[in-house]
């Protein structure tokens, strides 16, 4: 079982950057995958982007594709979400999420379908995000 810290939300303009990380604790972070999932003011929740057990495996939905950049650190426990060129649509509070490796299928149905996958065992409390017009 793993523990979830998210760090890095803020006040940002649109067009600026933001990096999220989140603090992986616990036993076999090796053993994860690794998701962000963010809900905007007044709606669901939904995916933005998840990794494998390692930087070849990323997945985004489109769009973020091409502006955010998921990896992970296997030495500092750590997954980290680089945002550029953030939109006003980008605001929201944002999650890590885990789910075992031999669940990475249900860790990708989660971002790109978050209202029929079934829940994920482990979620940070989040992190907002504010961009500006």
């Known amino acids: 079982e793993v523990q979830l810290v998210e760090s890095g939300g803020g006040l940002v303009q649109a067009g600026g950057s933001l990096l999220f990380s989140c603090a992986v604790s616990?036993?076999?972070?090796?053993?994860?995958?690794f998701g962000w999932f963010r809900q905007p003011p007044g709606k669901e929740r939904e995916g933005v982007s998840c990794i494998g057990t390692n930087d070849r495996l990323v997945y985004y939905v489109d769009s973020v594709n091409g502006r955010f950049a998921i990896s992970r650190d296997n030495a500092k426990n750590t997954v980290c979400l680089r945002m550029n060129s953030l939109k006003v649509e980008d605001t929201g509070v944002h999650y890590c999420?885990?789910?075992?490796?031999?669940?990475?299928?249900?860790?990708?149905?989660?971002?790109?379908?978050?209202?029929?996958?079934?829940?994920?065992?482990?979620w940070g409390k989040g992190t907002l995000v504010t961009v500006s017009s």
């Open positions: 999420a885990a789910e075992e490796q031999n669940l990475f299928a249900r860790m990708m149905s989660a971002v790109f379908a978050y209202h029929i996958t079934p829940h994920l065992p482990a």
């Open positions: 616990g036993s076999g972070f090796d053993d994860y995958t």
